[in-house]
């Protein structure tokens, strides 16, 4: 049994919607953040979207601030990333994250403790 557990990739065409769902086996309370990354070949992991469990405040990075939307169902222990607006520049393996991070590190990969292992997102122009 996966802890975590992506689903909701595919291919989409510039300008539309994906739905990213990321199910966790245990009670998001247990922790602090859980957020979402996407890495593109050759590059770095760029932390996208993040959610406080506990304290419900969700923060984005500036590259898909206002396209991007995260969200968390507890009973369902399911966290969510609503993709609007896809651009091709979108397109990478994305992955769902939990862990204690502090708020300035909210974004850091190495803050987190737990992570699927990811599902592939591919925006065509």
């Known amino acids: 049994q996966d802890q975590f557990r992506e689903s909701g990739g595919g291919s989409a065409q510039a300008g539309g919607s994906l739905r990213l769902s990321c199910a966790a086996s245990?009670?998001?309370?247990?922790?602090?953040?859980v957020s979402w990354f996407r890495q593109s070949p050759g590059k770095e992991p760029e932390g996208i979207a993040a959610?406080?469990?506990?304290?419900?405040?969700?923060s984005y990075a500036a590259s898909v601030m206002g396209r991007f939307t995260v969200s968390q169902d507890n009973a369902q222990r399911t966290v969510y990333l609503e993709m609007n607006r896809l651009k091709p520049e979108d397109s990478a393996m994305y992955y769902c994250?939990?862990?204690?991070?502090?708020?300035?590190?909210?974004?850091?990969?190495?803050?987190?403790?737990?992570w699927g292992k990811g599902t592939q997102v591919t925006v065509s122009s």
């Open positions: 959610t406080s469990v506990r304290g419900g405040g969700t």
């Open positions: 245990e009670p998001l309370s247990s922790y602090y953040f």
């Open positions: 994250a939990a862990g204690f991070p502090s708020d300035e590190n909210r974004f850091r990969p190495k803050s987190y403790t737990y």
